[in-house]
């Protein structure tokens, strides 16, 4: 199997093609039922990831015991990943069904709190969505062109890369993104930026009155900068790296099945279903099984790239690896099912 890089992603499909043909298409009904927002859903998921997030946090230091501050860092790197698949949800306007609320409460317990801008995200993500992998794409045009996001790469190269984010290191990268596209407030109301900027000094200014500075950077930050790039490293190129060269619509992403412990470290809100969302992005996090489940049972659906747990995805995108089949997946009879195939030369 001939694997590309990004950059030879584009021009299989023209910009408005990804969103007009769907092979495996449901109907209204179905689909209409599979976009119902419950606005309970969305503020008891949110609710319950900060309150991992702090009980974590507070634990931690209550014991103040290295080793467990080392695993603490981790686990709340993997809650502000939920946080941001939340803010994912609220910029397709998933969270609550009044759309004011689901703007602010997507603003002020989701984007502000990672330092982006919901409403700026939108209008990249959005853009991402209408010209995907084309020089319409603000993803696509950001990587173009960056050795790391070139697959297949080395072994060697690959571990670098996933070290270097590891380690802090690649926190480079995030703060680009965060300067050059989520984090522009461009037409919005001087209203919203003194919130936004007001928002940011009352966080800043209680951590000084309550000396809780050093536990900020600690339990924020240190995780912000370390582990949640690398796995947002990780669930970037499952979305839309190493894939095959067979110009359907199903070769622009990838839907991963995650095994449990990826669930709960990389892929949680069923974020590993990522080739669904792009088809019906109208369908919230919680129903994206079901929406799963319902295109499988199509034969239009057996094309569909989908590649056992994300260390299989890796595999794929490792310069010589084979391509061969897996067993014990459970999917439907006939699914190109994937666990490191990835072929060709860099």
Known sequence: MKVLSNEGLQGRLRP???DRYIPAALGKQELRDLSEVSSLRGLFHILAEWTLLVAAAYLC??????????VTVVWIATRQHALMILLHDGTHYR?????????????IALAWPVLISARAYRRNHFAHHRYLNTDGDPDWVRRKGDP?????????????????????LGAIALLKLMKTVASKDVDVQRSFLL???????????????????????????VPLFTCLVFIFRIRSIAEHSGLPTTGSVYAQTRTVIPSMLERIFIAPKNVN?????????????YRLPRLHAMLAAKPEFRD???TRTYIGVLRECVSGAQTRSQSGIAAPAGFAIHAGAAAGSK
């Open 16 to 18: 408005d093609e990804s």
């Open 273 to 285: 279903f990522h080739l669904e969302h792009h088809l019906y992005p109208s369908v919230p996090f």
């Open 148 to 168: 790391a996001w070139v697959f297949p790469k080395p072994r060697a190269e690959m571990a670098g890369l996933l070290l270097r984010d590891l380690t802090g």
């Open 61 to 70: 230091h209550r014991e103040g015991n290295f080793l467990l501050y080392l």
């Open 304 to 306: 569909a790239h989908i």
């Open 195 to 221: 919130v936004r900027y007001g928002f940011y000094l009352i966080v800043i200014a209680l951590a000084l009155w309550m000396g809780a500075m050093k536990l900020l950077l600690l339990y924020w930050f």
């Open 95 to 107: 969270l609550f069904r009044n759309r004011k609320l689901n703007d602010w409460v997507s603003e």
